[in-house]
Nanobody
């Protein structure tokens, strides 16, 4: 069993930055694919970023490429999402997700492929 707790959300002006954190407890952290998803009001939850268990593979939503960076700290069992140049359309509840894996070089992109979820953290970008 893995418990995920997100933090770092808040209100920021367009063009600003936020760093989201996801602290994991439970199983060995570095055997999990980690992902960030977001859900805006009235919209479906969508993939934002993911990192392989090895940390060597990362994937991003097209709108986040060049602005978002996902990284992990195995010693702290924490994964981060650095978001720069934020836009109002980035406003959403951001969720951390985890999926156990034996494949260290893969990232899942679909919501249903993840087993564990955090409670979410609100990100609001004002124009």
């Amino acid at each position: 069993q893995v418990t995920l707790v997100e933090s770092g959300g808040g209100l920021v002006q367009a063009g600003g930055s936020l760093r989201l954190s996801c602290a994991a407890s439970g199983r060995i952290f570095n055997r999990y694919i980690m992902g960030w998803f977001r859900q805006a009001p009235g919209k479906e939850r969508e993939f934002v970023a993911g990192i392989s268990a090895s940390g060597g593979i990362t994937k991003y939503i097209d709108s986040g490429k060049g602005r978002f960076t996902i990284s992990g700290d195995n010693a702290k069992n924490t994964v981060y999402l650095q978001m720069n140049s934020l836009k109002p359309e980035d406003t959403a509840v951001y969720y951390c997700a985890a999926r156990s894996t034996a494949d260290f070089g893969f990232v899942y992109l679909k919501e249903y492929e993840y087993d564990y979820w955090g409670q979410g953290t609100q990100v609001t970008v004002s124009s």
